[in-house]
T-cell receptor, first 113, second 113 residues
Framework: DAKTTQPPSMDCAEGRAANLPCNHS???????VYWYRQIHSQGPQYIIH?????ETNEMASLIITEDRKSSTLILPHATLRDTAVYYC????WGSGNTGKLIFGQGTTLQVKP | NAGVTQTPKFRVLKTGQSMTLLCAQD?????MYWYRQDPGMGLRLIHY???????AKGEVPDGYNVSRLKKQNFLLGLESAAPSQTSVYFC????????????FGSGTRLTVV
């Protein structure tokens, strides 16, 4: 089972910041939080990941609370092309120290004109 | 570079027929994965491989077999297709056992009638 919970859907106005929350209250101290998105049934696309410090790249920013039990993905200036399903994932570790991405239902972000 | 290529893109099978889905990556990634995605749901891990000649079960392995005879290829087989296997299948590869290096293919849409 996924180790994260996300709201099923959110709306955002074009040009505004989109803030997507994620709860991961059972996260362990050395587990990263990963964000992927899936645009209209294409293959998922990596966005960003983090451990405990806030992270920023050309696509988004990731804010992780100090207790690491939740995080927020921020798209600073959402465009219509950012309409997608966003997945927050904490990796599941299996045998042989192999990590597996287990996807939950994600948040459907609708960016509106 | 092509990244991850899935063949075929679409297929319709009759119940009981068999087929093989091919995933090929040209990034020299060690790890490869097969997921399925049903309407309105997130991706579920079927099988994965941590290297040439190795395979392991994911969340929903029943009814599928896999092989990784060459590092660049990961095959997913359906021996006797069932309507419940109607889905979109995604292949992914990654360079690390962590969750941030995944590259996904564009998917294979399979319908079993």
């Amino acid at each position: 089972d996924a180790k994260t919970t996300q709201p099923p859907s959110m709306d955002c106005a074009e040009g505004r910041a989109a803030n997507l929350p994620c709860n991961h209250s059972t996260i362990s101290g050395n587990e990263y939080v990963y964000w992927y998105r899936q645009i209209h049934s294409q293959g998922p696309q990596y966005i960003i990941h983090g451990l405990k410090n806030n992270e920023t790249n050309e696509m988004a920013s990731l804010i992780i609370t100090e207790d690491r039990k939740s995080s927020t993905l921020i798209l600073p200036h959402a465009t219509l092309r950012d309409t997608a399903v966003y997945y927050c994932i904490v990796i599941i570790w299996g045998s042989g120290n192999t990590g597996k991405l287990i996807f939950g239902q994600g948040t459907t972000l609708q960016v509106k004109p | 570079n092509a990244g991850v290529t899935q063949t075929p893109k679409f297929r319709v099978l009759k119940t009981g027929q068999s087929m093989t889905l091919l995933c090929a990556q040209d990034m020299n990634h060690e790890y490869m994965y097969w997921y399925r995605q049903d309407p309105g749901m997130g991706l579920r891990l079927i099988h994965y491989s941590v290297g040439e000649g190795t395979t392991a079960k994911g969340e929903v392995p029943d009814g599928y077999n896999v092989s990784r005879l060459k590092k660049q290829n990961f095959l997913l087989g359906l021996e006797s297709a069932a309507p419940s296997q109607t889905s979109v299948y995604f292949c992914a590869s990654s360079w690390s056992t962590g969750g941030h290096g995944y590259t996904f293919g564009s998917g294979t849409r399979l319908t079993v009638v």
